[in-house]
Structures are given as C-alpha cells and as structure tokens.
T-cell receptor
C-alpha cells in the first residue's frame, strides 16, 4: 500500500539559512500534520491542514510556515535556522474526516532529518 | 499534556506475548484509545485503536477495561523487530487533529 512520502530524507543546513521540507500524503488523504522530534524527545505537534486550510496549530515557531497545495501535498518552510531546529520532522496524513464516522487514523511518513550546523 | 500513563520500560522474551499496559483514567466517552510504536528514528507506526470493545488486527490485540480507564496492548508472539517505543494515546479523532505523544513504553525484546 502507498505510504506517506517525505523529501528530502536528510538535510544539512547552516545557521540562518532556510529549508523546505515536503510531504506527499497517502492518495485520497486530504489532511496533513507536521511533527517535530528533537534528540531524545517525543514527537511534538507543529501544525495541520485540512482541505488546504490550516486546521490546528501547535508550538510552531514564527520562523516556520507551512501550506497545503491543491494536490494535497504540503511544504514546511523554515527560515533563520537555529541549532535547536536540528530534529526529525515527520509528516502524517489522514482521510477526509467528513466521510469517515468516528475517528480518523494518522499515518506517518519516514521523516526528514534536519541538521543545522 | 498526555492523558495517559505508561511504564517507562518493559522486557519480554522473544516468542512470548508482550502485554503493554496503559492508564487513561480521565478518558471521555467520545475518546478513542490509539496505539503507535516508533522503531528507532523511524516514523511512528499505527498499530491499533478502539473505543469500547476489544479489537484485534494482524499486528496486535487491544483489550479495554469495561470502565475504559485502562487498556492493554498485546503483541501475541514478540520478535526482535518489535523492539520499539510504544505510545498509548487518547484522542477524539474526528475533529481533533493533533496527536499528543507522552513518554511511551520502551519495549525490549530479549533473545
């Protein structure tokens, strides 16, 4: 079965540079979520989109922005990178909540490992 | 904050059943119990979820107590590849976007 695709899988940047992470959801999934996992930490929710509109927001820095496009893929843009931004970034997707009764299950991608030097 | 409590770590012998407990005493009537696992630095993997009834799929079984205040994830025949951090999560699901990950249980499968 098709899974969530994330690119790139690894990214190395210098401080103050910018980075763009991409997420391609499972086909027919229209909701995308972004999570950040620092070294030795548990994943933390950043932001989510449903039908190209932001639906929820977590502890996402103002330096980060994200959007979902017409084909439902999403991009996380990170500017003025700091050493503390080094982390694994996971994208997850789920199916149209309005048609599914009860609950929607999120499926995670393999992640992008961002290293800021 | 996470709404669940799990033991920080557990050991299980290979080939035996692994029983991972989770307490969620403040669970609401419309909240589901979800289980995910994360094998070292990989993306969290969905295992199973349930509302009231016990559930079983090809990966595991989920036993939810009648009062819904606790549950147990059962891996029937643990293998070395089941070594991972297991997260028990309570969420509404529909209309509730984010997953709040707690500390989870680090399961070690012993050869």
């Amino acid at each position: 079965a098709a899974g969530v695709i994330q690119s790139p899988r690894h990214l190395i940047k210098e401080k103050r540079e910018t980075a763009t992470l991409k997420c391609y959801p499972i086909p027919r999934h229209d909701t995308v979520y972004w999570y950040q996992q620092g070294p030795g930490q548990d994943p933390q929710f950043l932001i989510s989109f449903y039908e190209k509109m932001q639906s929820d927001k977590g502890s996402i820095p103002d330096r980060f922005s994200a959007q979902q496009f017409s084909d439902y893929h999403s991009e996380l843009n990170m500017s003025s990178l700091e050493l503390g931004d080094s982390a694994l970034y996971f994208c997850a997707s789920s199916y149209d909540r309005e048609r599914v009764r009860g609950t929607d299950t999120q499926y995670f991608g393999p992640g992008t490992r961002l290293t800021v030097l | 904050d996470a709404k669940t409590t799990q033991p920080p770590s557990m050991d299980c012998a290979e080939g035996r059943a692994a029983n991972l407990p989770c307490n969620h005493s403040t669970i609401s009537g419309n909240e589901y119990v979800y289980w995910y696992r994360q094998i070292h630095s990989q993306g969290p993997q969905y295992i199973i979820h349930g509302l009231k009834n016990n559930e079983t799929n090809e990966m595991a079984s989920l036993i939810i107590t009648e009062d819904r205040k606790s549950s147990t994830l059962i891996l029937p025949h643990a293998t070395l590849r089941d070594t991972a951090v297991y997260y028990c999560i309570v969420r509404v699901g529909w209309g509730d976007d984010k997953i709040i990950f707690g500390k989870g249980t680090r399961l070690h499968i012993l050869p």
